[in-house]
């Protein structure tokens, strides 16, 4: 296996937060090249536009922390990720909008209300779950400590009424708050074009976002989100990491792949380790059968990154104690097509596709259903 990019490895564990937060796929791309283009335009060092990029590649590194009890409360986890992501306390009249649609996943079951009496408790417990996830993950992932530690921000506001600590202002990092600024912008960006992206980075500047970070954005706004207009933003993003890029051999891909399994095993209560289980059973039987060791590490490769595509399935289906309806078993069929097509989107991983998604695929031709 040649020595391989590791931000398109990033590029795939993006891809698997997305899915598993509710959000655009690609929206982590997106906001990548344009955060790292903004910290370009504000004239930061080869270092901070790498804590940039890193931080926004990877913002949501940690959403799988909380994703079981998020379920249990609001029935789909990734729906409720996508609907806090866009949320706005600061804006009164905004919030009080988005609160009357929240929930719309499933109506009727008074979710509005459940987020309402347990924000002020679960919010912080959440979010500093995922904090935790992001730091031991980024630490494996060999992130640069400004990546880290803009990683502990990303739920926090400018305003201090974000979570988990309700940090505000200059107490937040600098790298985060320019990612706040293009997450917002790109949001805005896929709803009403550039447009749009300039309306909200104006109505959130005092509020969510740093007003002097809005005020450069919006300067450049133009040129910073047209570099979106791309056939390929996996391959934007490997092009857009300050250089000189990282890269990485068959011991280091281990690692990555291990630590991108932890992310997607965190999505039922049950699955903690199943990835790296399957490696290593997998990677047994292929040296007792004889295997090379190149095609082993491309087994253990795979079998580590078999089911990324479960982030795209809500935990509440993972953990569901009982038998699947039709439309779940259907959902829960998907996952290994999803599992194909992270991998396809990212050529450093893309010859690992085949072996990945076909382990649900049985010798014999036959295809049972999930129960």
């Not at 922390?65 to 609907?83: R, Y």
């Not at 970070?213 to 390929?232: G, I, T």
């Not at 059968?289 to 990324?308: F, N, P, S, V, Y």
């Not at 289906?317 to 779940?328: K, N, S």
């Amino acid at each position: 296996m040649p020595r391989l990019r590791v931000a398109g490895v990033f590029a795939a564990l993006s891809l698997t937060t997305d899915l598993a937060s509710g959000v655009p796929f690609e929206k982590g791309l997106r906001t990548c090249v344009v955060a790292t283009a903004f910290a370009g335009a504000l004239g930061w060092s080869r270092d901070e536009r790498l804590a940039v990029f890193h931080t926004a590649l990877l913002r949501s590194v940690g959403c799988t922390s909380h994703a079981p009890e998020n379920a249990a409360l609001f029935v789909d986890d990734t729906a409720f990720q996508a609907a806090l992501k866009r949320l706005d306390p600061g804006d009164p009249a905004v919030f009080t909008a988005q609160l009357a649609r929240f929930g719309d996943w499933a109506p009727g079951r008074g979710l509005a209300q459940r987020f309402t009496a347990v924000a002020a408790t679960e919010g912080p417990r959440a979010a500093r779950a995922g904090c935790e996830v992001s730091r031991a993950l980024g630490g494996r992932l060999g992130l640069p400590a400004a990546a880290i530690d803009a990683l502990d921000d990303v739920y926090e506001r400018w305003d201090g009424l974000g979570i988990p600590d309700g940090r505000s202002g200059e107490q937040l990092s600098t790298v985060g708050r320019a990612v706040h600024v293009a997450e917002q912008a790109v949001f805005a960006h896929a709803d009403g074009g550039v447009a749009g992206a300039r309306a909200e980075v104006t109505r959130r500047a005092g509020g969510h976002l740093d007003p002097d970070l809005a005020s450069a954005f919006l300067r450049d706004a133009d040129a910073l989100l047209a570099v979106l207009e791309v056939p390929d933003l996996a391959a934007a993003v490997v092009a857009a990491e300050p250089g000189p890029g990282a890269v990485v051999g068959p011991d280091g891909l281990d690692g990555l792949c291990a630590a991108l399994a932890v992310v997607v095993d965190l999505k039922g209560t049950h699955l903690l380790g199943h990835s790296g289980h399957v490696a290593a059973v997998a990677d047994a039987a292929a040296g007792a059968a004889g295997i090379a060791d190149g095609e082993r590490a491309t087994l253990r490769a795979a079998a580590h990154l078999h089911d990324l595509g479960r982030a795209a399935v809500s935990s509440e289906v993972w953990d569901r104690p009982g038998p699947l309806g039709a439309a779940d078993r259907e959902r829960v069929r998907l996952h290994a097509y999803w599992t194909d097509r992270i991998l396809r989107r990212c050529p450093a991983l893309a010859p690992l596709a085949d072996l990945a998604a076909a382990h649900h695929e049985r010798v014999d031709g036959s295809e049972p259903l999930p129960t």
